[in-house]
């Protein structure tokens, strides 16, 4: 197509959209996450690789995702950020690991990425805590030498073993929830799994994941306000919201909650 065709239909009467140079969405939605990446990769050419708090969620990890987009490229291409999306250029460039199509960073160069573009201190202790117990401080450490040291100091001095200790203690709501579940006729869930949508992005870790029903519970635990409603019910799954001191005061209320949402997520008779 001609640049005048396309221009035109990128009007504000027109039927698309451009996303970025050359890279056009055929639709006036608002574009999908999933579509900007796709969008970003098309745009940074071959090698590209995404890296930053979106491969850190492609791996399962659940941050928020932030408005821009980092991707790594070659050293030696000739590219802008542009819009969205943050260009990085590196001699280090990392083998990607590709799901559902795209190509994203192993998740310890991907989180020392999105640490290193943290807005503050708090941000980066979460981010850094939120990957250990997925890679070890260890694997950190290793991709910290390695890499560029500008910056590094406030992440390094976080790279302790206290973080992979504090990973380790389990939630006193997790441990109320487990108990709560043992009085039921609910079948064993899988707890803080990552779950992803039919695209391969991530929706969210919930406390507790029935698969086989499509049902979600969160408990109060330190990633419930990542969770938009919305999008668990677009990936066509339950998500139930339970306040912590619920497990305590009300749990029976807690438990009938459950078996009704599994009983019907799943088309089963309800049990108990």
């Not at 932030?66 to 030696?76: D, I, N, S, Y």
């Not at 969205?84 to 590196?90: F, K, N, Q, S």
Request: net charge positive.
């Amino acid at each position: 197509m001609s640049r005048h065709a396309m221009a035109t239909r990128c009007r504000p009467s027109g039927p698309w959209q451009r996303l970025l140079p050359g890279v056009f969405l055929t639709t006036k939605t608002r574009p999908t996450r999933r579509q900007r990446l796709r969008a970003a990769v098309t745009y940074a050419g071959q090698d590209a690789v995404i890296s930053g708090i979106d491969a850190m969620r492609a791996h399962g990890i659940d941050v928020p995702a932030p408005p821009e987009v980092l991707v790594l490229v070659p050293a030696g291409r000739r590219l802008t950020s542009r819009a969205y999306l943050t260009v990085e250029r590196t001699t280090r460039l990392p083998p990607p690991s590709v799901q559902a199509q795209l190509p994203y960073a192993p998740l310890a160069r991907a989180t020392l990425d999105a640490a290193r573009r943290a807005a503050d201190h708090t941000q980066l202790t979460a981010l850094l805590k939120a990957a250990v117990g997925t890679c070890t401080v260890a694997e950190l450490r290793t991709e910290l030498d390695a890499g560029n040291q500008r910056g590094s100091a406030a992440v390094r001095a976080l790279l302790t073993p206290t973080l992979t200790d504090a990973h380790d203690v389990v939630p006193a709501t997790t441990a109320a929830a487990r108990r709560l579940l043992k009085g039921t006729r609910l079948p064993s869930p899988r707890w803080h799994t990552p779950v992803f949508d039919k695209t391969g992005m991530l929706v969210g870790v919930p406390d507790a994941w029935w698969q086989e029903a499509s049902v979600a519970w969160d408990v109060g635990g330190p990633n419930t306000h990542h969770h938009d409603p919305k999008l668990w019910a677009l990936a066509g799954t339950t998500l139930i919201r339970t306040d912590p001191a619920r497990l305590q005061t009300d749990p029976a209320a807690v438990a009938d909650e459950l078996l009704s949402a599994f009983a019907t997520s799943s088309g089963l008779r309800r049990v108990g």
